[in-house]
């Protein structure tokens, strides 16, 4: 029963990994953010402290290795147990050790080989080195397919997409409807960018614009294994193609209603903050920028946009903590403004979208961009200079980001909050 119980908690701790991508932050072994049991003030720095064990990629992390730890050590004493209790253990560990069998099928046994003699004329005319080469390729065929695979994983994930595979668009009462469904959590990349912001300029003539996701997840943000496997090339692409479509959306003329169907975290709920209404269905997920507890500085595109939406009394609370919000909790804060039922979610955000597109479209998007004042143009202006820069000597997502989030901006405040 304990064995049963610790491979559920490890299920369990193995999706807070993957959900927080824990795993690719802290991903060093034995050693874990450079000891081998993390700092205190590390592991435990939100308050309260049962948040860290939800919340803080480190402890989460941590969590995760010390049960694989303790349920690899149930393991093998279970084992130990239950090879004391087979009669027939020699032969069930021999069948376990399996190996690489002869080429014949297996019948080494009953194919003893050529006497002495033979052996020895065989070894000099060559055809024993014969042998054992084909019974090494017979071996090594397997793990080659297996790097084959693997490398055809690689390419399939590599490989461009088209903008109709990831945004379905349907039309109603002379309003677009975009919805994500780029696998399963809408995570960004360099086509998944191109591909929005080649969507608002197809839909220009639409009354107004309904952005949704698909399934439990609004987007999660960036795709850091595309980002990782890319390199230095792909992130000088992918950034001028996320600020570009960040100022997309944040600077489209016509109403942007966001219909939040579930988590949105880091770019995922920048590109929803990004929208004039933001609607989240109720119990859905969670929402937050979580950049910073990744070690990745904003990119000013975003940090204009978070700053035009999040309510100012929490708005360095927000982007400093790096926490994720409940939909109440999110209404509180100017991320979210209405909170409905999932299955009316998609009703309600048209009849917003209806409400706004009702006003008159010139004075609609003059207002538009009065109310969003400089960083309206900031976002349009760092987002063009991200375009242009290059980022020609970074290497690495954090130092590219941070480059991005250190252009030079039109005055003083700007420049002084991007970082």
């Not at 052996?119 to 793990?143: L, N, Q, V």
Request: positive net charge.
């Amino acid at each position: 029963m304990a064995l049963l119980a610790l491979v559920i908690v490890q299920i369990y701790l193995g999706a807070l990994v993957s959900g927080l991508r824990a795993g690719l932050i802290y991903n060093t072994w034995p050693l874990i953010d450079g000891s081998l049991v993390p700092d205190g003030a590390r592991l435990f720095f939100l308050a309260p402290a049962w948040r860290n064990m939800f919340e803080n990629t480190l402890t989460v992390q941590f969590d995760h290795r010390m049960v694989a730890y303790a349920l690899w050590l149930f393991a093998l004493l279970h084992a130990v147990d239950v090879a004391r209790t087979l009669r027939e253990g020699r032969a069930h560990g021999r069948a376990r050790a399996g190996g690489c069998r002869h080429p014949a099928g297996g019948a080494r046994d009953r194919d003893p080989g050529p006497p002495g003699a033979a052996r020895a004329r065989a070894a000099a005319s060559g055809h024993g080195d014969r042998r054992a080469r084909d019974r090494r390729r017979a071996c090594g065929a397997p793990r080659a397919a297996a790097r084959r695979r693997c490398r055809g994983d690689r390419r399939r994930r590599l490989a461009p997409r088209r903008a109709g595979d990831m945004i379905e668009t349907t039309e109603q009462e002379g309003m677009a409807i975009l919805r994500m469904a780029h696998g399963k959590a809408n995570a960004m990349s360099t086509d998944f960018c191109a591909a929005i912001t080649a969507k608002f300029a197809e839909i220009s003539p639409a009354r107004a614009v309904v952005l949704t996701g698909t399934g439990r997840i609004f987007s999660a943000g960036v795709d850091l294994l595309r980002l990782l496997d890319g390199g230095g090339a792909y992130i000088r692409e992918f950034l001028p193609a996320l600020g570009t479509m960040l100022a997309t959306v944040f600077s489209h003329p016509k109403p942007v209603v966001a219909a939040i169907n579930g988590h949105a975290v880091a770019g995922g709920c920048v590109l929803a903050c990004a929208a004039d209404k933001r609607i989240m269905a109720r119990d859905a997920g969670r929402i937050g920028v979580t950049e910073l507890l990744v070690g990745v500085p904003f990119p000013a595109a975003a940090m204009e946009i978070m700053r035009c939406a999040t309510a100012p009394q929490y708005f360095e609370d927000a982007i400093f903590s790096g926490a994720t919000y409940t939909p109440p909790e999110a209404v509180a804060r100017g991320l979210v403004h209405d909170i409905v039922d999932p299955h009316a979610l998609l009703e309600r955000a048209i009849d917003a979208a209806n409400t706004l597109a009702a006003l008159s479209p010139p004075a609609f998007a003059t207002t538009k961009r009065q109310t969003r004042g400089r960083h309206w143009s900031d976002c349009k202006a760092r987002a063009s200079m991200a375009s242009s820069s290059g980022f020609g000597r970074r290497r690495t997502p954090s130092t590219a980001f941070a480059t991005m989030s250190a252009a030079p901006c039109a005055n003083r405040e700007t420049r002084a909050a991007s970082f």
